[in-house]
C-alpha cells in the first residue's frame, strides 16, 4: 500500500517535472550575447568601440513585444567631413541578432532614425555607430518584455 | 492571406520647407514581414518574406538607407531627418525577398 502510494508519488512528481520542463524549454533557439558580439565582430572585426554619442530611445517596459519602438539619435554634425555613415541595432534574446541597420548621409541632417521591432523577451538592445572618420561608439539598453513577440 | 494584398506605402513629408530646414520623414508600408521563425498548425516553417530594404532619394541621390532585418515588426514604420536644401522629389522604396520594389514618391518645395 505505501510502496504503490510511494511510486504514485515518484509518478506524479517525475510527471509534473517533465511537464514544467516542456514548458519552459524554449520552443527555438535564441540568440544570446555571444551572437551579438560575432555580428559586431563580422563586421568590425578587432576594432575598438567607445561609449558615449549614442542615445537609444527605448521602453524600459513593452507590454507587446511584437511592436516596439526603436529609436536612436548620434551626435554628429552631419557635415561632409564630419558624420555618421552606418549604425547597426542588434538584440541578444531573440531567435536572430540582427533587427537592423542604417547607412546616413550628410543630407540627414540629423543622424536621428526610429522604427518599430519584434522582442521575443526581455532582452539588451545593442548599438554600434561608425562615424565617417571610421571610429566606433557603442551603447547597450535592456527591455523588458510582458508579452513576447516571437509569433511562434 | 494577407501577403497575397500588395503592400500600400505611405509616406509623411511636409510640402514646403525652407532652405537649411530639418524636415522629419514619415513612412509606414503594409506588410506581414513573415520572420521565417513562425510554424503553421501542422508544425511546418513558414517561409521567411520580408521586405529587407527601405532606400530615399532625393533628386536621384540616395540619402538614407535601412537594411531590415525579421525582428522588424508588420506592418514596417520608419522615419528618419533630411536637412532641405532645393525644391525637388523624394522617391521611397521598399524592396522584398523575392526582389519586388515598392516606390511612393513625394514632392518638396524650398522656399
Known sequence: MSLATNSRREFLKTGSLAMLAAVLAPHMVMAEEADVKAAIEKLYAGKSMASGKIKLDLPQIAENGLVVPVGIEIESPMTDGDYVKAVHIFADGNPLPGVISYKFTPDCGKASASARMRLARTQNIVAVAEMSNGSLFTAKQEVKVTIGGCGG | ?111
Open chain 2, 1 to 111: 492571406m494577407s501577403d497575397v494584398k500588395a503592400p500600400v506605402p505611405r509616406v509623411r513629408v511636409p510640402a514646403n520647407a525652407k532652405a537649411g530646414e530639418l524636415i522629419e520623414i514619415k513612412t509606414l508600408i503594409s506588410h506581414v514581414m513573415e520572420s521565417g521563425q513562425r510554424r503553421d498548425s501542422g508544425g511546418n516553417v513558414i517561409p521567411r518574406h520580408i521586405l529587407n530594404k527601405f532606400t530615399a532619394a532625393f533628386n536621384g541621390k540616395t540619402v538614407f538607407e535601412a537594411e531590415w532585418h525579421p525582428a522588424i515588426s508588420a506592418n514596417p514604420y520608419q522615419s528618419f531627418f533630411y536637412k532641405a536644401k532645393e525644391s525637388g522629389e523624394f522617391v521611397f522604396k521598399w524592396t522584398d525577398d523575392k526582389g519586388a520594389v515598392f516606390e511612393a514618391k513625394s514632392k518638396l518645395t524650398v522656399a
